[in-house]
């Protein structure tokens, strides 16, 4: 069997179960099962399950939250805005994981990072809050070295970075431009001792380039995996996406 790290930190796999959620509230009803679907997402292989309770709702729901959470074989990364709302959802659920995320009502999908740099006290309140309790709280943020620099000034021990700029370059200089982005930003935030995770737009076209950065250790996968497991099944398309990640692991020297 191949070893699929080559000898470096294992790459970790987050299933975001968002748009399982879309699927339900489309019309209301009480089926896709979004708990039954994050712990499929677990058997075939995914290392924990990232859910987004946007404050619109649009999607997952606080009762999608409490009984994945709850039902406690489920490793959780609740995605959070910067909220005294959120903050005390988090507080009451005590998932393993969250991670800050900015939010406009009116985005399609999240757009920029969390603006860490221009707003550092409520930044670092949210994370002493969430790590008071016992929550590993990261930051999701754009590739950007002030970004970075604020979160280590700001106390996170883990951050995200936003992959939407890569995902969505449609020219290869722009791709490679974006890469380099992410990649200086992952070895410049692991140079601060935090850890780096990475995720949004990511399928198991483009995701093996963000695989093969040895200092990202976990990657957040949700859109395009679900709409794989349209056509393939919710297992096979974890498999499949797991496959793409360790194929760009093992180009790692
Ligand atoms: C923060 C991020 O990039 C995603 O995890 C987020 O969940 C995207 O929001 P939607 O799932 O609502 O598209
Ligand atoms: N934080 C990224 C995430 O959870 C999933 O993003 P996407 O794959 O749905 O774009």
């Known amino acids: 069997m191949n070893d699929s790290t080559n000898g470096h930190a294992p790459l970790r796999l987050g299933v975001n179960v968002d748009h399982v959620a879309t699927l339900r509230q ?15 997402a677990m058997a075939a292989g995914a290392d924990s399950i990232t859910v987004h309770l946007r404050e619109d709702r649009r999607h997952i729901q606080d009762a999608d939250v409490e009984a ?3 039902a406690g074989d489920v490793p959780v990364n609740l995605e959070m805005a910067l909220t005294e709302e959120m903050l005390d959802i988090a507080d009451r659920l005590k998932p393993r994981d969250a991670c800050l995320v900015p939010e406009k009502r009116e985005e399609l999908t999240t757009e920029g990072g969390l603006d860490v740099a ?8 949210a994370l002493d809050r969430l790590h008071g309790a016992g929550i590993q709280a990261a930051l999701f943020i754009d590739p950007e070295h002030d970004q970075i620099e604020a979160a280590g000034r700001a106390g996170a021990r883990f951050i995200e970075l936003h992959t939407g700029a890569y995902a969505d370059a449609t020219h290869d200089d722009e791709r ?17 001792g935090i850890e780096v995770h990475a995720g949004h737009g990511l399928t198991r076209d483009n995701v093996g380039a963000i695989a093969a950065i040895e200092q990202i250790v976990e990657l957040n996968i949700g859109h395009a995996l679900i709409a794989d497991a349209v056509f393939m099944g919710l297992n096979e398309a974890v498999k499949e996406m797991r496959a793409a990640m360790d194929a760009g692991r093992r180009a790692l020297r």
């Open 26 to 40: 489309a019309r209301g009803t009480h089926y896709p099962d979004v708990a039954y679907a994050a712990r499929t």
């Open 118 to 125: 221009g707003q550092l006290d409520a930044v670092r309140d």
């Open 68 to 70: 994945i959470v709850t």
């Open 176 to 192: 490679k431009h974006q890469l380099e982005r992410i990649t200086e930003a992952a070895a410049q935030a692991h140079d601060l």
